[in-house]
């Protein structure tokens, strides 16, 4: 069982800058894939980023590349969302989610921060 606790959400005028930390409890975060995905009102929930066991591979969703860059300390069991050059379109609840390596979805949810970009 893991528990992931997100933190680092608020408010913030576009172009401005946020870091997200999602901290997991347990002592195997270093098998999980880590990833952050946002949910806007009235719209599905969408991966935003993703890290693998080491760090070493990362996928970003395109409409973020170039502006986020997610990073996972195994030391601390904390994965982070640094978010740069953000749009209000970036407004949402961030969710970090956690998934064994070889599963296919996510299995662990935090439970979600506000990010609120005005324009």
């Known amino acids: 069982q893991v528990q992931l606790v997100e933190s680092g959400g608020g408010l913030v005028q576009a172009g401005g800058s946020l870091r997200l930390s999602c901290e997991a409890s347990g002592r195997t975060f270093s098998s999980y894939v880590m990833a952050w995905l946002r949910q806007a009102p009235k719209k599905e929930r969408e991966s935003v980023a993703a890290?693998?066991?080491?760090?070493?591979?990362?996928y970003y969703d395109d409409s973020v590349k170039g502006r986020f860059t997610i990073s996972r300390d195994n030391g601390k069991n904390t994965v982070y969302l640094q978010m740069n050059s953000l749009k209000p379109e970036d407004t949402a609840i961030y969710y970090c989610a956690a998934a064994p390596i070889g599963h296919s979805s996510w299995e662990y949810w935090g439970q979600g921060t506000q990010v609120t970009v005005s324009s």
């Open positions: 890290i693998n066991w080491s760090g070493g591979s990362t």
